[in-house]
């Protein structure tokens, strides 16, 4: 089996599946092998549950309240078949009122061992820049068998000006531990996607924690000044932008 150098090459700048070679019209065993390792992985991904017990216990330094939600999916299986469910708080569910502040969502989305990674360190790193930019930061939302758009109900029950969802990204095949974040100034329920604004690839191979947290921090800012965030708000933050 003999890889051209040029397709070898390609490997240093992608966790893509590129010039894998072949023997006669199949992939070599190796190959196929790897891609049924990495579908499995990422199958597990999917069904991974957040553990709130140790979430609850990196989060306590920031000093904000912390509140536990189920949406009305209630388990894993309902949240994947009913996505509709995964986006709606119970009717009985109860949240502090702080009117005016940041809500700040932790939510398992479609893959809670990426959550799991990613929020503590970047909720570290923008919970003090809110404060010093003015934001009222918190509550703190750990949200379970959650959708992005549970952020706009709890946004709603908490009177928040805005609200920020970390949530777990569906996994690939070369990624298990991605994480999300959605901005959605003035969120309230019906709330739709082209209201926010979306930070993807948040994890050690891609977007890192301060790097995510300074531009969710500009676009908050920037969205302060508009009065919106989504198709409005375009992300032109500057390339020497920093955390205050």
Known sequence: MNTPSKWRDLRR???ARVALGRVGNALPTAAHLDFQEAHARARDAVWSNLDTAKL???LTPLGLPIRRVTSQAEERRRYLLRPDLGRKLPEESVL??????IALVVADGLCASGVQQQAPALLAALVPALGKAGFTPGPIIVAEQARVALGDDIAE????AAVVVLVGERPGLSATDSMGLYLTWAARRGSNDAMRNCISNIRAGGLGADAAAAKALWLLVEARKLGAT???LKDEMPSHYQLT
């Not at 029950?157 to 928040?160: I, K, N, V, Y």
Request: aromatic share 6%.
């Open 56 to 58: 609850e216990a990196e």
């Open 230 to 232: 989504g198709v409005a």
């Open 157 to 160: 029950a908490m009177e928040a």
């Open 96 to 101: 502090p009122k702080a009117k005016g502040c």
């Open 13 to 15: 700048f992608t966790d």
